[in-house]
């Protein structure tokens, strides 16, 4: 059965801000299922809180609007206990970069197959625009009454250091561009990081779509105007790891980049590392069947409701080595 780009959308009402970049990123998600034909069955989106957390709502798949910077928890134990789940994350940057940081970090370590996704507007949209980590150093919003006093995190070179093998950024007004970095993080086998820069028209008045699009002068060439938007590939980038022992380059190159902003904005593919064992392949290869027979497969209960899972080889798992002296 062929899927349809209708078969990806629901009918909930969507009260998102006329002109919100998160229309675009809501867009390109659903493009980017339906062009791969994944069964909306056998997806899972799940969204923290914030304006971008309703995104799940809209999107005809399973999946979870959960709690303040717990997405990453969410979709990674989805994942585990099915890894057959195409699994996407989404989240505000304030969501992900402000209170759920530490699950950002410690998911790189794991590498486990999903993909997250962060609407990047710098501020706080759903709470009325309070400056979010990533917003730079002496902007100041219309929301707030002085300039931003707090440095920004960089996402990219966050997700760089962290151990992320996939990392990109698209801009959420260009949609095909970035419906091609979603397909490209969702096929990717590994943590797909995609930092989507997204206008926020009602409370960021500085990063406008306007801004965004501007041309700029080139510094090459005073009388030659240019996009302020570049894609990476454009300029012969390429962040693809193709031996493991270039990982370290990479990643350094991947952070240099990351830091252009103001007159030059990559977006693209930053890194990508296909090299790196997924969490997944980690435990298959301590637990016998964990992919043939994973735990959303199993019968926990006869029926009467009784348990009948065996927990002995997990409590093996975590038992102290108590032969050590
Ligand atoms: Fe979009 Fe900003 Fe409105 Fe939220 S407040 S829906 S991010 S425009
Ligand atoms: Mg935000």
């Given amino acids: 059965m062929e899927y349809k780009i209708a078969d990806y959308k629901t009918e909930v009402h969507n009260d998102w801000c006329a002109g919100c970049g998160d229309f675009g990123i809501l867009n390109s998600i659903q493009m980017a299922l ?48 099915n890894p057959n789940l195409n699994v996407v994350a989404v989240g505000g940057d304030g969501d992900g970069l402000g209170i759920g940081s530490g699950h950002f970090v ?25 400056a979010s980590p990533t917003l730079k150093l002496g902007m100041k919003t219309k929301s707030l009454s002085q300039p931003n006093v707090n440095e920004s995190i960089n996402p990219i070179a966050l997700a760089c250091i962290s151990g992320f093998t996939f990392i990109a950024r698209g801009y959420s007004y260009d949609v095909r561009f970035l419906k091609e970095i979603i397909k490209k993080g969702i096929m990717h086998k590994g943590l797909s990081f995609i930092d989507v820069l997204q ?40 962040g693809i790891v193709k031996e493991p022992n270039e990982a370290p380059l990479k990643v350094v190159e991947a952070i240099k980049k990351s830091n252009e902003w103001g007159n030059k904005i990559p977006v693209g593919i930053f890194y990508e590392n296909n090299n790196v064992p997924t969490f997944e392949e980690r435990l298959q290869a301590r637990i016998e069947n964990y992919k043939t027979y994973p735990p959303a497969d199993q019968i926990i209960a006869d029926m009467d409701g009784n348990t009948n899972v065996n927990i002995d080889l997990l409590i093996d798992e975590l038992k102290a080595n108590d032969n050590l002296n």
């Avoid at 914030?50 to 910077?69: A, D, E, Q, V």
């Avoid at 998911?107 to 709470?127: E, H, K, S």
């Fill in 34 to 81: 339906f062009e791969l034909q994944i069964k909306p069955h056998e997806a899972a989106i799940f969204s923290g809180i914030g304006c971008s957390g309703k995104t799940p709502h809209f999107i005809n798949t399973f999946g979870i609007h959960t709690l303040h910077g717990r997405v990453l928890p969410f979709a990674q134990g989805a994942k585990l206990s």
């Fill in 106 to 130: 410690n998911a790189g370590r794991r590498n486990i197959d999903i993909t997250y996704i962060i609407f990047n507007n710098g501020v706080y949209g759903l709470t009325k625009g309070q």
């Fill in 199 to 238: 206008p926020c028209p009602t409370y960021n008045d500085i990063n406008t779509k306007d801004w965004y699009q501007s041309l700029i002068t080139d510094e090459n060439n005073p009388e030659v105007k240019i996009p302020r938007i570049y894609k990476l590939e454009d300029e012969g980038y390429s």
